[in-house]
């Protein structure tokens, strides 16, 4: 089972840290990504980072502005946002799978999402 939190409102230009918590042993032995899906649109990659975290992809959109991190000590990732921007707001959805990449479509585990609002 995976958790996101960290969602919330917060104006253009600020910054947000989402953590997603996944409540298994295995979790560390899983690649883990971020998505999100904004209202009438489909899911887009956001960020992924492999088992061990050595190697992170991040969305064009995203590049010099998010940070995908990991701790497997403690079950958990993260996603560092800055620079948010209206057009970033959407269900952010944590995933996790053998492995995680813009171009791979699953099978994912998915938590439930959690909301990240930015205004203008």
């Known amino acids: 089972q995976l958790t996101e939190s960290g969602g919330g409102a917060v104006p253009a230009g600020g910054s947000l840290r989402l953590i997603c918590t996944g409540n298994?042993?295995?979790?560390?032995?899983?690649?883990l990504g971020w998505f999100r899906q904004a209202p009438g649109q489909e899911r887009e990659f956001v960020a992924a980072?492999?088992?061990?975290?050595?190697?992170?992809e991040l969305a064009d959109s995203v590049k010099g502005r998010f940070t995908i991190t990991r701790e497997n000590d403690k079950n958990e990732m993260y996603l560092q946002m800055s620079a948010l921007t209206p057009a970033d707001t959407a269900v952010y959805l944590c995933?996790?799978?053998?492995?995680?990449?813009?171009?791979?479509?699953?099978?994912?585990?998915w938590g439930q999402g959690t909301q990240v609002t930015v205004s203008s």
């Open positions: 980072i492999t088992r061990n975290g050595d190697t992170t």
């Open positions: 995933a996790a799978g053998m492995r995680v990449q813009s171009d791979y479509k699953g099978p994912y585990y």
């Open positions: 298994w042993r295995m979790f560390p032995n899983y690649a």
